[in-house]
């Protein structure tokens, strides 16, 4: 092996096992929101709660992030700065949409009157989440800052955003449990869709960023992805990097 590579190994290798570790990350949230979607949704849709199925739409969109990612770091992408950015500004729409739902929904049932009822499973799922999800949105956060891909990153942020919308489901679903004020469910929410609007809006507006930063000493490679000729990923280290040559 020449010195030039000896060099090179060690960075490359740990940015395959970065690479590793935020889909890991992704494909037990993957599992995890799956679930927790089909529980919540059995849950909202026969108890007719607006918060209980806006979470559950959350955790819909939390899962359609996680496959944005997925496709993210897929062997043609994993340098792409185009990539990262089309993948921030999907996980945006995504929000938008989310928020648009809930918001109608909820307008819908304050207009009709319709009294949800109360769900105990909806409640220990929001509770579940609670335990959950911060320490996954952590690890991803991590994971993203060593890879400098804001697309994990925001990613994470939606597992911190399911955390949020978890407290507003306890308080919206627990007020009607406890004392029958029907119309905490559809403001809880309005909460989960201003939100849902806020993580969209920083998504969307994301920094675009270069998936591996300069400063790592990583090497750059022109992508197959578009990113040619990309403030970043279009200006690339050759094999003379550091100043070794073959």
């Known amino acids: 092996m020449s010195v030039s590579s000896a060099v090179l190994a060690s960075p490359v ?3 395959e096992r ?3 570790r935020a889909k890991a ?3 037990f949230g993957l599992v995890w929101h799956t679930i927790e979607a089909g529980a919540t949704l059995a849950a909202g ?3 007719s709660s607006s918060a209980l199925v806006g979470f559950g739409a959350d955790v819909t969109v939390e899962t359609i992030g996680g496959l944005i990612v997925l496709w993210r770091f897929s062997r043609v992408c994993a340098l792409s700065e185009r990539a990262e950015r089309t993948s921030q500004q999907l996980i945006g729409l995504s929000y ?3 928020a648009a739902y809930v918001a ?3 307008s819908q049932m304050l207009l009709s009157g319709e009294h949800p009822d109360p769900s105990g499973l909806g409640l220990g799922i929001a509770v579940l989440s609670l335990i959950v999800m911060p320490p996954l949105r952590r690890a991803k956060g991590r994971v993203g800052d060593r890879l400098g891909s804001s697309a994990v990153k925001r990613e994470g942020m939606e597992n911190m955003m399911c955390a949020y919308l978890s407290i507003c489901l306890v308080a919206g679903v627990g007020l009607n449990a406890i004392f029958g004020w029907w119309w905490a469910d559809p403001l809880a929410a309005y909460g989960v869709a201003a939100i849902a609007t806020i993580a969209g809006r920083r998504a969307w507006l994301g920094v675009n960023c270069c998936a591996i930063p300069p400063s790592t000493g990583l090497l750059l490679q022109r992508d197959d992805c ?3 000729g990309g403030r970043c990923c279009g200006t690339h280290s050759d094999l003379n990097h550091g100043g070794i040559s073959n």
């Open 13 to 15: 290798m740990t940015r």
């Open 18 to 20: 970065l690479i590793f």
């Open 25 to 27: 990350l992704v494909v």
């Open 45 to 47: 849709i026969p108890a």
């Open 96 to 98: 938008f949409l989310l």
């Open 104 to 106: 109608y929904d909820s």
């Open 226 to 228: 578009a990113c040619d």
